[in-house]
């Protein structure tokens, strides 16, 4: 099975800042890499899929990068609705896999 | 808008057995790959499994695959978990998902199964 390390488990930041997080997974799933947004008290939105092609209705601020085994999650200009939980899926073996989550705060 | 209603849920007896469903509207369901995800208490997300848009073929999580099946009804839109012999550690809100190629383009609201006695 591949595992996925997802960090840092929590995160807080200042409005306007860019903050980035990080999949790392076991073996090489060849970019087939999901990152979901999970607001407080709702369903998670998936963000980003094929690691850096951006879902429909995703603000350009969210991009997603890496090859290989290294996955990353950047958002730039920190807004307080960015608040919420993130996490990163493979999707190149059964069975799929999520990271383990990270909780985004404003400072 | 698509939209994937989960039913099913609540409070059930260790031992006992569980089917969630899903319905999906506003999209074909018929043309998706669905999956079934759960998240405990502690925010950890688990995938369940998945099936083939015609039915015809499913994957599961290797530590739930005796207990779990995955099926649907692609005349009512209608995608199913049967559980069986649930466990405390089974308690979690169920997710129905799919639209994607491996990932979860569409998830519905959860629907929250309580195992207790």
């Known amino acids: 099975d591949i595992q996925m390390t997802q960090s840092p488990a929590s995160l807080s930041a200042s409005l306007g800042e860019t903050v980035t997080i990080e999949c790392r997974a076991s073996?090489?799933?060849?970019?087939?890499l999901a990152w979901y947004q999970q607001k407080p008290g709702n369903s998670p939105q998936l963000l980003i899929y094929d690691a850096n092609s951006l879902a429909d209705g995703v603000p350009s601020r969210f991009s997603g990068s890496g090859s290989g085994t290294q996955y990353c999650l950047k958002i730039n200009s920190l807004q307080s609705k960015d608040v919420a939980s993130y996490f990163c899926?493979?999707?190149?073996?059964?069975?799929?896999?999520f990271g383990s989550g990270t909780k985004l705060e404003i400072k | 808008e698509v939209q994937l209603v989960e039913s099913g849920g609540g409070l059930v007896q260790p031992g006992a057995s569980l089917k969630l469903s899903c319905v999906a509207s506003g999209v074909i369901f018929s043309d998706y790959w669905m999956s079934w995800v759960r998240q405990t208490p502690g925010k950890t997300m688990e995938w369940i499994g998945d099936?083939?848009?015609?039915?015809?073929?499913?994957n599961y999580a290797p530590s739930l695959k005796n207990r779990f099946t995955i099926s649907r009804d692609n005349a009512k839109s209608t995608l199913y978990l049967q559980m069986s012999n649930v466990r405390s550690e089974d308690t979690a809100t169920y997710y129905c998902?799919?639209?994607?190629?491996?990932?979860?383009?569409?998830w519905g609201q959860g629907t929250l199964v309580t195992v207790s006695s």
């Open positions: 099936i083939k848009y015609d039915g015809s073929y499913t």
């Open positions: 073996e090489d799933i060849y970019s087939n």
């Open positions: 998902t799919g639209g994607g190629y491996g990932y979860s383009a569409y």
């Open positions: 899926q493979q999707y190149k073996n059964y069975p799929l896999k």
